[in-house]
């Protein structure tokens, strides 16, 4: 189809030919007009200077109307030729032309249905591995929360019926299976909430970031009792989204701000906004004790941590849900941080 000239067809293809085959029946009835003028004009002149009698000139008038018509048969078959042969050039190419769009046509349909058994058998493959996930929550949520609690229970009731001359070191492992039990729940809580985020269904509505931060900080501050941390909240913050994700994905974010202040003399958390080339930016920072920017590409990776368990306790979920919630709702995430210096979470949301 790349091989067609375009010169058959089209404005720019019709100014090219020449006037003639663009106006062919007219071009024909001047010509007939003028040959017919200047063959009476020409001959008659010819007959006043050299015929004498009126036999000859009777004689001439006759050769005269058949020669004028033989010419005049010629020159129009030759106009009418060249008339036809260039239409069939043109009619040629036209079915040419019309032969490469059906071809094409034909790929496409071709092509659009091998992407559609495509599209169909990755649905089928997504489909069975979400069920795959299903099932896997379902044993996650039953089958390891039973010998859990099991282990929890019976570990407190050894501890709580054992003879009083138990020694430390027993005690001690006592308390550290206890532990372990309740940290492997909130492993599995942390686990179960991150499934479910890919698999709900979101709501988008009008949030007030202002207000839920202000509550998000409210609940976290009971976790903590004891604690004195000056929360900040920039009045009038909204974005469009799924509330209750939301709420996860802030009180995840100010749950690290207050663990990692917690040896801050005047701990001070900040949730804000700033307009950055016309795109709106939301922010929590804090005064913690940070980390190192090198490793800033493992946050957001599931049981990554920049500090040891032993420094500030949790599971390495936390961060990967947020990513995973702002992603949902076609915004980014990113951290800017430094030792001892505090750290700051920003992130963008579609707009209303």
């Known amino acids: 189809m790349a091989d067609l000239q375009p010169a058959a067809g089209g404005a720019d293809g019709r100014r090219a030919l020449p006037w003639l085959q663009r106006h062919m029946p007219i071009a024909i009835t001047l010509f007939y007009v003028a040959l017919g003028l200047c063959w009476i004009l020409f001959s008659d002149l010819a007959v006043e200077r050299f015929v004498a009698s009126p036999a000859d000139a009777a004689r001439f008038q006759t050769y005269k109307g058949?020669?004028?018509?033989?010419?005049?048969?010629?020159?129009?078959?030759?106009?009418?030729?060249?008339?036809?042969?260039?239409?069939?050039?043109?009619?040629?190419?036209?079915?040419q032309m019309a032969q490469a769009l059906s071809d094409s046509e034909n790929a496409?349909?071709?092509?659009?249905?091998?992407?559609?058994?495509?599209?169909a058998q990755r649905t089928l493959e997504l489909e069975a591995a979400n069920r795959e996930l299903e099932a896997f929550v379902h044993a996650v949520s039953h089958d390891l929360r039973a010998?859990?609690?099991?282990?929890?229970?019976?570990?407190?009731?050894l501890q709580d019926l054992a003879p009083t001359g138990l020694d430390d070191k027993s005690k001690h492992y006592l308390?550290?299976?206890?532990e372990a039990s309740q940290r492997m729940a909130e492993l599995i809580d942390d686990l179960l909430d991150l499934s479910r985020i890919g698999q709900s269904q979101m709501v988008h509505q009008q949030v007030d970031l202002s207000r839920l931060a202000t509550e998000c900080g409210a609940r976290i501050a009971e976790r903590y009792p004891g604690r004195q941390v000056a929360l900040k909240v920039e009045p009038g913050m909204?974005?469009?989204?799924?509330?209750?994700?939301?709420?996860?994905?802030?009180?995840?974010?100010?749950?690290?701000a207050w663990k990692y202040t917690a040896r801050t003399a005047a701990a001070t958390i900040v949730v804000g906004s700033e307009l950055v080339d016309g795109e709106r930016r939301f922010f929590v920072r804090d005064n913690g004790v940070g980390f190192d920017m090198a490793y800033a590409g493992k946050l957001f990776g599931p049981f990554q941590r920049m500090h040891t368990e032993a420094q500030f306790p949790g599971t390495g979920i936390g961060l990967v849900t947020v990513h995973r919630i702002l992603a949902r709702h076609g915004g980014r995430i990113w951290a800017d941080a430094a030792v001892d210096r505090g750290a700051t979470f920003t992130f963008t949301l579609p707009r209303a």
């Open 175 to 178: 308390a550290r299976i206890q």
């Open 238 to 256: 909204t974005a469009q989204g799924d509330l209750r994700l939301l709420r996860i994905a802030l009180e995840n974010l100010l749950d690290n």
């Open 147 to 157: 010998p859990l609690r099991g282990m929890t229970g019976f570990s407190q009731a």
């Open 66 to 95: 058949v020669l004028y018509v033989l010419l005049s048969a010629v020159v129009i078959y030759a106009l009418l030729h060249a008339y036809h042969s260039r239409n069939q050039r043109s009619l040629e190419v036209v079915s």
């Open 108 to 119: 496409l349909r071709l092509a659009n249905q091998d992407l559609e058994r495509r599209v």
